[in-house]
């Protein structure tokens, strides 16, 4: 038997649409704060991730030479084509530019719960606004969409010029190994690099700062950063909005092109792999040919967010079974029409089922059956059975469909 490749998932109905109904709600949200959807190609230049991600994203993309020799690589996340296609589509529009997608990327990483070689993302781009409302605005969207989701959160707001400051006297390459680690939350890794570079006190700053939770202390640790008052402001505008939030100066993102403010959200019930939500402040625009935007952003792992909402996310509705004889089908079909044309699922017999054996499926697959049999077709009648409570009356069609709306979903 054929299996789907390692790392992806197939979806049933249930699934697809506990799926469908919390991408809803985000969509929602996105719309109510300007963000209006982009798309961008599922496969791109393997230029340009290589140009700026970083050493992990491009070894964990997948790519492949086309029929003409481009070397191409599956999208592994959406925020360097996004801006792409700002530089190649949108350069001359009015700032800020509010975008959102709802996309799949592919990592070829080690698949395990909540990690997967396939899987979405909702994400949105604020871009040409450098100041501390847009970083904010980008911070506050954030907890809106996940306070709307329902799923259960801690959001954590870092910087990284804090650990920058740390790691000034580094050469670019040994910085970023190192904030791969932290990244990681490899400590054994970490502490193996800083005995190499012989930096014992460094290692004893960094610990400091990854376990620092206020802002003086920060300051304390690795001196001023060159925007902190922008970041004063940032948090400023947070705590007025009442967003609920906690600092954390480790954070170090695994993708090399943020610049400053960072955050990433984490859910209570996941196990390793419980980061939800994933972004912060960048510039790309000018690497891929364009202007010097500013831009902020952040993506929300979607698979995570589903596992994290387990039976929240899923949405019941009613099946209705419309259940005839040989010669009531045509009154079945305006009768599924009626029951159709008010909102809800209905399904007819494709089986030529007797009654007796189309009672007995529909017990298995939906909450009403409505029944035309002999009686009924003779009376223009409906009999309606809750299949859940084996009640049943014999009603008029407007009745019946009133009866299903009055009960919900099993
Ligand atoms: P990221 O942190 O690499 O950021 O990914 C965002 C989120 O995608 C993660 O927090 C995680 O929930 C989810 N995720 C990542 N890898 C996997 C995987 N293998 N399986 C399941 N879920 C995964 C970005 O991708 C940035 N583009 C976010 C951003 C937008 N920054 C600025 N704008």
């Not at 705590?239 to 859910?267: P, W």
Request: glycine letters at 10%.
């Amino acid at each position: 038997m054929l299996q789907k490749p390692r790392g992806t998932r197939d979806f049933l109905p249930e699934e697809m649409e506990a799926r469908r109904s919390v991408e809803a709600n985000l969509r929602e949200v996105a719309r109510r704060w300007g963000y209006r959807e982009v798309c961008t190609p599922e496969f791109e230049d393997l230029e340009l991730f290589t140009m700026r991600s970083g050493a992990g994203i491009i070894e964990e993309m997948y790519v492949f030479e086309d029929k003409g020799g481009r070397k191409l690589a599956l999208r592994p996340e959406v925020t360097a084509a996004v801006i792409r296609m700002y530089v190649n589509e949108a350069k001359v529009a009015p700032k800020p530019i509010r975008w959102c997608y709802f996309a799949d990327c592919f990592r070829y990483e080690r698949p395990q719960k909540g990690r997967y070689r396939q899987f979405w993302q909702f994400g949105v781009e604020l871009i040409g606004a450098d100041t501390a409302p847009a970083d904010a605005e980008a911070v506050m969207l954030a907890a809106d969409m996940l306070d709307a989701i329902g799923v259960s959160y801690e959001l954590k707001v870092g910087h990284l010029s804090f650990m920058k400051n740390l790691l000034s006297g580094l050469s670019p390459g040994v910085q970023r190994k190192v904030m791969a680690h932290l990244d990681k939350k490899d400590f054994e890794g970490l502490a193996v690099t800083l005995e190499e570079l012989k930096k014992p006190d460094l290692g004893t700053a960094l610990k400091d700062l990854v376990a620092c939770r206020d802002l003086d202390g920060a300051f304390a640790i690795a001196g001023n950063i060159p925007d902190k008052e922008r970041f004063d402001q940032t948090i400023s505008l947070l705590d007025a909005a009442g967003v609920k939030y906690s600092f954390n100066f480790g954070i170090a993102r695994g993708l090399d092109y943020y610049t400053g403010m960072v955050f990433e959200a984490f859910a209570a019930n996941l196990g390793a792999e419980n980061q939800i939500l994933g972004g912060g402040t960048y510039r790309l625009a000018q690497l891929f040919g364009g202007d010097d935007a500013a831009s902020c952003g952040f993506a929300i792992g979607f698979d995570r967010v589903i596992v994290s909402l387990g039976d929240i996310g899923r949405r019941k509705e009613p099946v209705v079974a419309i259940i005839c004889t040989e010669e009531g089908r045509r009154r079945a079909l305006a009768v599924a029409r009626a029951f159709r044309d008010a909102g809800y699922r209905a399904e007819t017999d494709l089986m030529e089922r007797g009654i007796g054996a189309q009672v007995t499926h529909a017990s298995k697959t939906a909450d009403f059956a409505v029944i035309i049999g002999k009686r009924e077709s003779e009376s223009g009648e409906v009999t309606i059975k809750n299949l859940q409570s084996g009640e049943q009356k014999t009603v008029t069609l407007d009745a019946a469909i009133a009866g299903v709306g009055s009960h919900g979903a099993r």
